[in-house]
């Protein structure tokens, strides 16, 4: 969901949804240099904690391994991390709670890579070797 769209949910202005985001009070996704996107899942928890339904519950780790979680997001998905984060920035896949448990780890595995110095989301994540001076 737009900005727009949670704020007239909510009933609030749409500078009031950014807020809520910049205080990591509603959990967002940046989709493009100029769009974040809230997850309807994302909205129902938090409307819900409004309504004293309790606390959001805590974000699941994994002990997996990246390549494991590699191999079981492209039989999930049915493309590489990479490729998804195409398709869902050009808007070829349509915004559903799936889609945006997809995306979180999509996107969470390409920031995995980035930092590890993977070159892409097909190869794995060996590490690309480092100078000596890094």
């Known amino acids: ?32 240099e100029r769009g974040m996107r809230v997850s309807r899942l994302a909205l129902e928890a ?27 997001f492209e039989a ?6 990479t490729e998804w984060e195409r398709r869902w920035k050009s808007e070829e896949i349509e915004d559903s709670a799936e889609n945006m448990s997809l995306t979180v780890r999509a996107m ?4 995995y890579m980035y930092r590890e110095g993977s070159e892409d989301g097909r190869t794995g994540f060996a590490p690309m070797p480092r100078s000596a001076a890094a």
């Not at 910049?22 to 989709?31: E, F, T, V």
């Not at 969470?108 to 920031?111: E, F, G, H, K, R």
Request: hydrophobic letters at 35%; glycine letters at 10%; proline letters at 7%.
């Open 108 to 111: 969470s595995l390409l920031l």
């Open 1 to 32: 969901m737009t900005a727009s769209e949670v704020a007239e949910e909510l009933g609030i202005s749409k500078s009031g949804v950014y807020k809520l985001i910049q205080r990591g009070r509603l959990p967002a996704i940046r989709r493009s």
């Open 76 to 81: 999930d998905a049915g493309m590489s991390p």
């Open 46 to 72: 938090y409307q819900r904690h409004l309504r004293g339904g309790g606390a959001i519950p805590p974000i699941k780790y994994s002990n997996k391994n990246p390549n494991d979680l590699l191999v079981e």
